[in-house]
């Protein structure tokens, strides 16, 4: 990208231009936290990490936010509840840290680490999707490949779940090209 164009990028609200949300941010962290733990991750410490980043952060979701302050208050690592896209979407570096033929492995990180923050089971299935995709996608597999891979994660992790896998009809769809 030419640095001149950063010049024309509107700004958003009162944000500088340039500035990043709260989803890129954490999944940076995300990133930064799986190279520095050499895989070999730990829930409280995600969870310091992202306490100690969270209050700068701009657009931190409410899913997120209570979270964080479950864990500062009570020390638990683990979110009952919370359905948003937030473990999704800082879910590429689990895909990007492993490769295809680990899918148990990614599949046990990316659970680990969302659900710190995100405990609904659909919160879930979507990061284990992203995480899947990305791992077949940064191995340059052909796309109608990695969107397979993404269906078969999404219906391996809704059985782990026991969830009704008439929910996953439109991921479906999506790989019949409908």
């Given at each position: 990208m030419?640095?001149e164009?950063l010049?024309?990028?509107?700004?958003?609200a009162?944000w500088?231009q340039?500035?990043?949300?709260?989803?890129?941010?954490?999944?940076?962290l995300v990133?930064?936290?799986l190279?520095?733990?050499?895989g070999?991750?730990n829930?409280?410490?995600?969870l310091?990490?992202?306490?100690?980043?969270?209050?700068?952060?701009r657009?931190?979701?409410?899913t997120?936010?209570?979270?964080v302050?479950r864990f500062?208050?009570?020390?638990?690592?683990?979110?009952t509840?919370?359905s948003?896209?937030?473990?999704?979407?800082?879910?590429?570096p689990?895909?990007?840290?492993?490769?295809v033929?680990?899918?148990?492995?990614?599949?046990?990180l990316t659970?680990?680490?969302?659900q710190?923050t995100?405990?609904a089971?659909e919160?879930?299935?979507?990061?284990?999707?992203?995480?899947e995709?990305?791992?077949?996608?940064?191995?340059?597999?052909?796309?109608?490949?990695?969107?397979?891979?993404?269906?078969?994660?999404?219906e391996?992790?809704?059985?782990?779940?026991?969830f009704?896998s008439a929910?996953?009809?439109?991921?479906?769809?999506v790989?019949?090209?409908?």
């Amino acid at each position: 990208m030419r640095w001149e164009e950063l010049e024309a990028l509107p700004a958003r609200a009162d944000w500088p231009q340039g500035a990043t949300s709260d989803d890129t941010e954490q999944l940076l962290l995300v990133a930064e936290f799986l190279v520095e733990a050499n895989g070999q991750i730990n829930e409280r410490d995600f969870l310091a990490r992202l306490a100690k980043t969270l209050p700068g952060m701009r657009g931190a979701g409410p899913t997120t936010q209570a979270a964080v302050r479950r864990f500062l208050a009570t020390g638990e690592l683990h979110a009952t509840e919370g359905s948003s896209i937030g473990a999704a979407m800082r879910a590429l570096p689990f895909g990007w840290a492993t490769p295809v033929a680990e899918a148990a492995h990614r599949r046990e990180l990316t659970i680990r680490l969302s659900q710190t923050t995100h405990g609904a089971p659909e919160a879930i299935i979507s990061a284990c999707v992203v995480a899947e995709m990305a791992a077949w996608a940064i191995e340059q597999h052909p796309v109608d490949a990695v969107v397979a891979a993404g269906l078969h994660e999404a219906e391996a992790v809704a059985h782990q779940y026991a969830f009704d896998s008439a929910t996953l009809q439109p991921l479906e769809r999506v790989t019949r090209g409908t």
